[in-house]
Every structure is written in structure tokens, then in C-alpha cells.
């Protein structure tokens, strides 16, 4: 079975300040990982996914992950913050079949 | 209409009522998805069809009933609710190709509330 624990439910940040989202997971099978972002009243909009191959991952928005087999992890980051990026953020992981596990989601927060 | 749509986006309804949620995807895709989100719970799964058949169902309570007449189109329909199901019902959908997994679009939601 695999799991998605994101560190912290809430971050707060600084505009303009490195945003770090965390992210690890376990799965018995390689992991299929995806981050995805929830407006307010809006369903989930995909950022970015790790399949294969290249383990850093660009998105949309200015945000990249990396996937790192060793640490099990595939933490979200953006250099600098903007407002918009005010949101909640959910890590999901897919292996065999075609379920996906969420984390619990971090709502940021973006200091002007 | 584009993407994934669901109507409607806000329904308030009593424990002896019967209502539907209805979801629509413009996609293309094979495969459809229904999960709950509540608070301070991670995102649930409740249902995927794939080609029209329902393939999981987890241990979602019989008040809760799927039903996907073809591709484009799932809905939920609900009866007899508890106050506890009152939650943010999403949907979503992807294009399924051999074990090869797609990325899944989700709607907006519908905001249950169950009085």
C-alpha cells in the first residue's frame, strides 16, 4: 500500500522568499508522484508530475520538484514567492493501478 | 464548456432528501473519479469507473450511489445523508492507457452541506 506524508499543514512565507513544501511517500512499487494545488472554491489543478526519467521536475507557475528515490521524498519548491501562490498544495502518489493517494495538503501563506 | 465541470457547485439538503451531483468532462477521457474532501481529512476516494464500469468502490457507504451512463458523464446520487457527509465532493478524470497512469483533471467541486 503507499502513503503521502506532507510535513506541516500550514507554511507562511514572505513574498518573494523560497517557498519548500515537503513531501515523502511510500510505495512498494516504483511511485508515479504528482503535486497539485487547490485555489479557494476550486478543485485541484495539477502543478507538476514525476513519472520517469529526469528526477527534477519543472511545473507551471515557477515551481519545480525533485523526485529522490533514496530519501523517498519529492519536495515542492519555488524560489520566490509571489501572492498568488496562496493556496493549498497536495502531494499525491500513484502506483499500481489507477488510484492516487493525497497527502493531507499544506496551506500556504504569502506575506506581503 | 471546457475541462471538467460539475453542477451544482453549492447544495444544501436535509437527512431525508434525495439529490444527485452531477459531473461532466470535455476531456476525452476514459476513466472518471468521485473523492470527498473534508476538513482537516486527506482527499478520499470513493469511486473510479473505466470505461463505463465501476472498478472500485472504497467501502463508501450504500447511501452514496454512482452511476456513469457513458464516458463523459457520473453522478452521485444521495439519500438518507448524515450531517458527517457534509463535505467539498470532487470529481475527476483521465485517459487510461494500459497501466500507464495519466494525469487525473479535477472539477470545482460541489459544497455539500447535510442539515
Known amino acids: 500500500a503507499q502513503s503521502v506524508t506532507q510535513l506541516g499543514s500550514h507554511v507562511s512565507v514572505s513574498e518573494g522568499a523560497l517557498v519548500l513544501l515537503r513531501c515523502n511517500y511510500s510505495s512498494s512499487v516504483p511511485p508515479y508522484l504528482f503535486w497539485y494545488v487547490q485555489y479557494p472554491n476550486q478543485g485541484l489543478q495539477l502543478l507538476l508530475k514525476y513519472t520517469t526519467g529526469a528526477t527534477l521536475v519543472k511545473g507551471i507557475n515557477g515551481f519545480e520538484a525533485e523526485f529522490k528515490k533514496s530519501e523517498t521524498s519529492f519536495h515542492l519548491t519555488k524560489p520566490s514567492a509571489h501572492m498568488s501562490d496562496a493556496a493549498e498544495y497536495f502531494c499525491?502518489?500513484?502506483?499500481?493501478?489507477?488510484?492516487?493517494?493525497f497527502g493531507g495538503g499544506t496551506r500556504v501563506l504569502v506575506k506581503p | 464548456e471546457t475541462g471538467v465541470t460539475q453542477t451544482p457547485r453549492h447544495l444544501v439538503m436535509g437527512m431525508t432528501n434525495k439529490k444527485s451531483l452531477k459531473c461532466e468532462q470535455h476531456?476525452?477521457?476514459?476513466?472518471m473519479y468521485w473523492y470527498k474532501q473534508s476538513a482537516k481529512k486527506p482527499l478520499e476516494l470513493m469511486f473510479v469507473?473505466?470505461?463505463?464500469?465501476?472498478?472500485e468502490n472504497n467501502s463508501v457507504p450504500s447511501r452514496f450511489s454512482p452511476e456513469c451512463p457513458n464516458s463523459s458523464h457520473l453522478f452521485l446520487h444521495l439519500h438518507t445523508l448524515q450531517p458527517e457527509d457534509s463535505a467539498l465532493y470532487l470529481c475527476a478524470s483521465s485517459q487510461e492507457r494500459g497501466g500507464a497512469p495519466d494525469t487525473q483533471y479535477f472539477g470545482p467541486g460541489t459544497r455539500l452541506t447535510v442539515l
Open positions: 469507473y473505466s470505461l463505463e464500469e465501476r472498478v
Open positions: 476531456l476525452g477521457h476514459n476513466a
Open positions: 499525491a502518489v500513484r502506483a499500481a493501478g489507477n488510484k492516487l493517494t
